[in-house]
C-alpha cells in the first residue's frame, strides 16, 4: 500500500486544516507528493495553474467558491483536469451533479483509509471511480435522467437551494456564499420558479424527499 501511489502529484481543497494534515499523511505515506494545499475555490484554481497536479482532491462544502463552482471553472479552463470529489455528503444527487459536471470520482469521507487511496489511484489512471456505497444508487438515478427536482437548478442556484432549505435567512446565505441580499433574492425568485414552490417550507420539503437534508 505504502507504494500504491509513487509517482502521483496531489494537490487537496478541504476547508478544514485537520482533514488536509490527516490527507496529506495518508498520501504520503502512500508514496504520493502533495504539491499544495488549498482551503476556497479560489486559492484552489490559483494552485492549480501553478502545480498541475496529476489529481485535484476537492471537498464540496467551503466558504466563498463551493466545490461546483470550482469543479465547473476548472473544467472550462482544464478539461483534462482530474478530479476526485471527497465530500461529507452521501445523498445521490451531490455525486450524479459532480460527475455531470466533470469530477473523475467521488469518494465520501465516511469511507476507510484503504478506500481513499484506492480512489487516488484510479483518478491518477484516468479511470472514474464512485464509492461502492453510493454506485447502484448513482447508476439507477443516472438510468432514470434528473436524479430530483434540484437538478434543474444551475450551481450556484443549488447551492442557495440546499442553504435555504436548510433554514437559512437569505441575509444568512448573502454572508456565508459572498454575494449581496438581493443576488439572493434573484436566485431564489428563479428557484422557486423551477421548482414549482411557494416558500422556504416546501424548498426544505423537496430536499429531504430527496435525500439532501435529515429531518
Known amino acids: ?16 486544516a485537520l482533514v488536509r494534515m490527516g490527507l496529506r499523511t495518508l498520501l504520503e505515506s502512500a508514496g504520493a507528493q502533495v504539491l499544495g494545499e ?11 495553474e501553478e502545480t498541475r497536479p496529476d489529481v485535484l482532491i476537492l471537498d464540496l462544502y467551503m466558504p466563498g467558491m463551493g466545490g461546483f463552482a470550482t469543479l465547473e471553472r476548472l473544467r472550462a479552463r482544464h478539461p483534462a483536469a ?18 455531470r459536471i466533470g469530477a473523475l470520482g467521488y469518494l465520501c469521507k465516511r469511507s ?3 478506500e481513499f487511496v484506492k480512489a487516488v489511484r484510479q483518478i491518477g489512471n ?13 447508476a439507477l438515478a443516472q438510468l432514470g435522467g434528473a436524479a ?10 443549488f447551492a442557495i437551494f440546499l442553504q435555504l432549505a436548510q433554514g437559512h435567512s437569505v441575509n444568512e446565505v448573502a454572508e456565508e456564499l459572498h454575494l449581496s441580499p438581493s443576488t439572493v433574492g434573484t436566485h431564489l425568485y428563479h428557484i422557486k ?16 424527499r430527496c435525500g439532501l437534508i435529515d429531518v
Open 193 to 208: 420558479q423551477k421548482l414549482n414552490v411557494q416558500n422556504a417550507a416546501e424548498l426544505a420539503l423537496i430536499a429531504v
Open 112 to 114: 476507510a483509509p484503504q
Open 38 to 48: 488549498a482551503d476556497n475555490g479560489e486559492e484552489a484554481l490559483r494552485l492549480y
Open 148 to 157: 430530483d427536482p434540484s437538478e434543474a437548478l444551475t450551481d450556484k442556484e
Open 126 to 138: 484516468n479511470q472514474r471511480y464512485l464509492d461502492p456505497q453510493l454506485a447502484q444508487q448513482v
Open 1 to 16: 500500500m505504502k507504494q500504491s501511489l509513487a509517482g502521483l502529484s496531489i494537490l487537496l481543497v478541504d476547508d478544514h
Open 82 to 99: 482530474r478530479v476526485l470529489i471527497l465530500s461529507a455528503h452521501h445523498e445521490v444527487a451531490m455525486p450524479v451533479r459532480a460527475l
